[in-house]
Structures are given as C-alpha cells and as structure tokens.
C-alpha cells in the first residue's frame, strides 16, 4: 500500500516559512561570499604602447578594488579564465577579482585610465601568494675565513660550510641550489673585492643564480679554562642579487659553546656521528638551520626571475623551466634592464633600473629553459634583460 502525506494548512504554512527561511540565508551567504566593487586604474602611455598602458592600468584598477576590501595582493598578475590574480611586491599579499568587466576607459595627457566592475571573494583566510611555488636559484661561494690559524682542526670548512648550507636549503623543496665554492669575495685582500657588487653580478651571469650567498668565518677561537673550554662560532652571511650585485640582507650568528675545544672528527663534517657526540657540531648545525630559516624569509616576497638567453621575433627564451616549476600557460612579464648605474649622493650604488616592457606567455618547457610568446612584437629586449613573476 502506497504511503501518503496529508498536509493541512498549518504545514504549509510552516513549509513556505521555511522555504522563505532558506532562501534569506542563502542570499546572505552568497552577499557575504561576494563583494561589487567599482574602482578605478591608471598607467603612462610610453612611446605609444597603448596595449601596455591598458594592461597596465587594468591591473592597478584591480589593486585598488583589492584595497577598497583589505585583500590580499600577491606579487604579480594573471588572467585564467575570467579570473584575474592580482599582486604588488609592495604590498606583498594576495587576492582575487572576479568577473571583471570595463566600464570606461580613456586617455588624458598620455595616461590610460581604466574603470571596472568586479566581485572581490570575501576569504577570511590568507591565501598563499601565487608566484611562491616558483624555485629560486640560489649559489654559495666560498666563505671567507678572517684567522686561518682558527681552522686547522676543521679543514676545508670554508667551502663545507656553504655546501652543507645547499644541501638543508635543497632539502626544503624551494630553490634549485648551486655550487659556487670555487669563488671567494674577501675582506682581506684574497680573492675577488667582498664590498664591489659587480663581483656578485658576475658570480650570477656564470652560474644563473638569481641569488648569491656569501659568507665571513669570523671567529672560531679556543679559549682555554682550568675545567673546560670554551670555543667561539661568529659567522656572518650576506645576500647579493645576481642580477645588480645588491646586498639583499646581512645575518650574524655569534655563540660561545662551553666545554669545546679542538675538534676530533675532521672527515665526516657535520655528519649525524659528529653532530650527536659533539656539543660544538651540534651548535654548528643549529646555526646553519637559523641561516636556512632566515633565507628563506628574506627571500620570500623578492619576486622569482629569469634571464632572456634568446630572442626569435615574438619568442622570448629564458633559462627557467620545469626544474624552476614554470609550467605551459604561466604568464611572466618581461623587463628592459638598464646598464646604467643608479648611485645616490654619496656614490653608493644602489642597482639599475628597469623597465617593463611586455607580458609573455610560456608554451614550452623543459627542465632547464622555457619558451613564451610576447603579447606584442618587441625589438628593445636583448639577451640578458629579465623575465619576472612580479614587479
């Protein structure tokens, strides 16, 4: 027998209250979940590239419907589908716009201006910069050792030290990692100059690192005591960029280790054998771990970039592929570097400028170098110029 349900006017009213009920929330959830925002973008118009100056000041309209909902912005922009990615290394956050649509553009005094309608998401959380899966090379050169008489007990530390600092920086999945040991910048006069940047520009034209770690062994002495010894471990670190010999930052790790002297194990360096019976090893360690830690926050919003290699009419090949994690479809933005020096009033070098020029889309990869189409036909880009997730 057929099962039948009666319904009296009383449940339907509750039915239809109900029905009401869900339909208010649902509503609410939706606004909630999205924001209409109308904002407004700007970009100079630069030797007539009109293109440029509209994708330009797109972005910008984007930023600032970000800001008007305290987004997030990332570090660089993408469009998929009709999603568009928004970033600012300045303001190193992220978000995303949605449906974007053009309400207005017009040009006034050689500037594009851009006015949008767009649904920014409402995400409480923060959303992990899009560019931050991109692999960073990063190379080590030789550490400079200020008293060689302080190292007898540890050969060959100076080169051990940043290769064993490669290997915890590789182990973390974030950087292709490259050994540079056969350098050394010097404070003491051996070596290549530890204060020209230029030293660092070369080191990145012939290894490809975007990043160049150096370092100073400053301090390894033995204090001896009736009871025990005691041994200093002052390290210092610095970063350059590879591209304009910058100093990017600068880490000092001092420690007195109490109850260490000479050192015993010379072959094994930093092995677990080593590192376990030693109290001076396991400092030693601590403190490559702290570097390894703090690399990678410096690191963390300098935006990812390669080097063009070569130029075929719209096809911009650039030494970054699947071993970096550029992947088919990713769009980068080419920069025109100046090889002018920028110095402030007291002559102290501050890098070059650098202009953009076009987006590219990347169509071919391989593990060492990728492919992309520029939007635009360009002449101005040279091998050696810069392609960058980022601004």
Not at 223 to 236: H, P, S, T, V, W
Not at 270 to 288: F, K, P
Not at 369 to 374: D, Q, T
Request: charged share 25%.
């Amino acid at each position: 027998m057929p099962l039948t349900f009666k319904t009296n006017k009383k449940n339907k009213h509750i039915l239809s209250r109900a029905c009401l009920f869900f339909l208010l929330l649902l509503f609410s959830v939706s606004s909630f979940a999205l924001k209409t925002i109308e904002a407004t973008g700007s970009a100079t118009i630069n030797e007539g590239a009109q293109l440029i100056a509209k994708e330009q000041a797109i972005k910008n309209a984007m930023q600032q419907a970000l800001l008007q909902t305290r987004a997030y912005i990332n570090s660089t922009s993408t469009i998929s589908s009709n999603v568009l990615v928004i970033d600012s290394a300045r303001v190193n956050t992220s978000g995303t716009v949605e449906n974007v649509k053009i309400l207005e553009e017009w040009i006034k005094d050689d500037v594009y201006f851009v006015r949008i309608r767009a649904y920014v998401p409402e995400d409480s959380k923060a959303k992990q910069p899009r560019g931050s899966h991109y692999r960073k090379k990063i190379a080590a050169i030789q550490f400079d050792i200020s008293d060689r008489k302080q190292i007898y007990d540890l050969p060959d530390i100076e080169r051990r030290l940043p290769r064993e600092l490669l290997l915890r920086l590789d182990n973390t999945g974030n950087f292709i990692t490259l050994d540079a040991t056969r350098y050394l910048a010097s404070q003491s006069g051996e070596g290549y100059q530890f204060d020209n940047p230029e030293v660092y520009k070369m080191i990145g034209d012939k290894t490809g690192a975007q990043i160049i770690v150096s370092g100073n062994v400053r301090n390894l002495s033995i204090e001896e005591g009736f009871l025990q010894d005691k041994r200093y471990l002052d390290i210092e670190i610095y970063l350059h960029d590879g591209q304009t010999g910058s100093r990017i930052a600068r880490h000092r790790f001092s420690e007195i280790i109490s109850n260490a002297g000479l050192q015993k194990i010379k072959h094994n360096f930093l092995s677990n054998a080593w590192v376990a019976q030693s109290v001076y090893a396991s400092a030693l360690s601590r403190i490559l771990n702290a570097q390894v830690d703090l690399i990678q926050e410096d690191l963390k919003n300098i935006p990812f970039t390669a080097k063009i290699i070569k130029i075929t009419g719209k096809e911009i090949y650039f030494d970054a592929g699947t071993r970096s994690r550029v992947n088919i479809g990713d769009t980068l933005m080419t920069f025109k570097l100046s090889h002018e020096e920028l110095r402030n009033d007291s002559e102290q070098f501050l890098g070059f400028s650098e202009q953009p020029i076009a987006s590219l889309s990347v169509e071919q990869v391989s593990p060492e170098f990728s492919v992309g189409k520029l939007e635009i036909k360009n002449t101005r880009l040279i091998p050696g110029d810069l392609v960058r997730f980022g601004r």
